[in-house]
């Protein structure tokens, strides 16, 4: 008799806990503190409409959210990623009128694709501590400054879309993750001479074009992968990149 009362409040402790890391009314609360205090807010999006029939929501077969596909909707306000429901996995926000700088520690565990393109963001994102299994980060044609730092990105990143920003300074490219696709860097401010002899072997592409680098750089990858403007030249029996010559201003 003991043995079987120990075995059912070891299950019933069991659901408790695992409805206590995300319900559907977890999540409700979740999105609701979310948004709140954005402009342009669907009329769904309130206390009184289920979270999964709140618009442009996904949710799983248990009921859990996991998509949020609200581009081009109109959205003011700013993004805090540290209060999306726990099972979010895909945040689509690109093309809205977010502004500030968008809050990316904190986001779930599970996310594999965030889109903040096409904002108003502001300031440098930090872009250390964000979720190991993160494959795509898209934060091009905002307002971003400042030189954002890319030694601690995510194990999992395979896309990072950072162009038409005013980024500066010489951006770090030695640490990148191993199985990075895609990197675009292009229409920012970026100076000086960058490293390009530790790239990742499997990269794709690399957007360089219209930015303000100097002098030469050798290169651990095909000169077809990376893109540069009429300013510089890639030279595959030299492996080398050359950009304009580095004034003493450019150093």
Not at 143 to 167: E, M, Y
Not at 182 to 210: K, M
Request: proline share 6%; glycine share 10%; aromatic share 10%.
């Amino acid at each position: 008799m003991m043995i079987r009362t120990f075995i059912f409040l070891t299950l019933v402790a069991g659901i408790t806990l695992a409805e206590s890391i995300s319900t559907p009314m977890d999540d409700l609360n979740a999105l609701v503190l979310f948004v709140s205090g954005w402009g342009g807010k669907d009329p769904t999006w309130t206390k009184q409409t289920p979270a999964c029939q709140w618009a442009k929501v996904k949710c799983s077969s248990k009921g859990t959210v996991f998509e949020l596909d609200w581009g081009g909707h109109g959205l003011t306000g700013t993004f805090n990623g540290s209060r999306l429901p726990l099972g979010v996995t895909y945040v689509d926000l690109q093309s809205n009128n977010f502004t500030g700088t968008p809050i990316l520690s904190g986001l779930p565990a599970g996310m594999r694709y965030l889109d903040l393109n096409s904002n108003q963001f502001t300031g440098t994102p930090i872009l250390s501590n964000l979720p190991a299994g993160l494959q795509t980060l898209f934060l091009s044609s905002n307002h971003f400054s400042g030189t954002p730092i890319l030694t601690s990105l995510p194990t999992g990143l395979q896309t990072l879309a950072l162009s038409g920003n005013a980024f500066s300074g010489t951006p770090i490219l030695t640490s990148l993750p191993a199985g990075l696709l895609n990197v675009v860097l292009a229409y920012n401010s970026f100076t000086g001479t960058p490293i390009l002899s530790s790239l990742p072997a499997g990269l794709q592409d690399l957007y360089l074009f219209f930015n303000s680098f100097c002098g030469s750089a050798t290169l651990n990858i095909q000169c077809a992968i990376v893109y540069l403007d009429a300013t510089a030249k890639c030279n595959d029996e030299t492996h080398t990149v050359t950009f304009p010559a580095c004034s003493n201003h450019s150093l």
